[in-house]
């Protein structure tokens, strides 16, 4: 990623260890973790096995929210919302060369984000997504290219809604990579789904 080595264009988010352990070697080298409701006994056990697991696999795991146990358990990369930013300690982050990447949804937060130098930024929702409800309605793609012009050399990921019939217009759109976690969290055959993503991003 930034500075030291290329985004990834596919980036998988998952809800749970195991997922994580069945889709990462279908081809996903950057994985969210993402969990939502857990203890901090259950969140620092899911993490630590995808820590190790991501290890094995050579893939790149990244901490949703959790930046305070990413930081305890020697975990790399964060993904921290606009309201996680509130609370990180971006100083410890840094001190541990932790690597952050943050939200944004409008041009004052992205301009916010700019300011932490992150590892890169993510606009969404840029289709319509059935995950969360979010105050924000769809960016569209020019929204992605408008990101781009400002964010400059900081990796763009795009995310929300996103399939891989809509990856060729938002990478051309400008983004360098894309996020995802409904088309492959509720596909048929979600390891399959999950190998076409990593073609369709190769
Ligand atoms: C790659 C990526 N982009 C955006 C988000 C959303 O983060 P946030 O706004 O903090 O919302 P939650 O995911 O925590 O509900 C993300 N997780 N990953
Ligand atoms: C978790 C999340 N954050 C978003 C943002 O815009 O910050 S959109 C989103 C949901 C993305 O998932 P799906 O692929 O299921 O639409
Ligand atoms: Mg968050």
Redesign the pocket.
Known sequence: MKDDQAMERFYL?VGHVGRLELLVPQGARLVQL?IKDASEAELRRQIARARDFCAVHGAQLVVNDHWQIALDLNCSFVHL?QEDMETADFAALNRAGVRYGL?T?DEAELERALRHDPAYV????V?P????K?K?GPQGLDRVSRWKQIAGQTPLVA????TPARLPGVFAAGADSA?????I?QADDPEARCRQWAEACA
């Open positions: 988010i993402r919302g939200s949804h993510a606009l969404g929702p289709y997504t059935l995950l969360k979010m924000w995310i929300g809604g996103l996020a995802v976690v409904t088309d969290q």
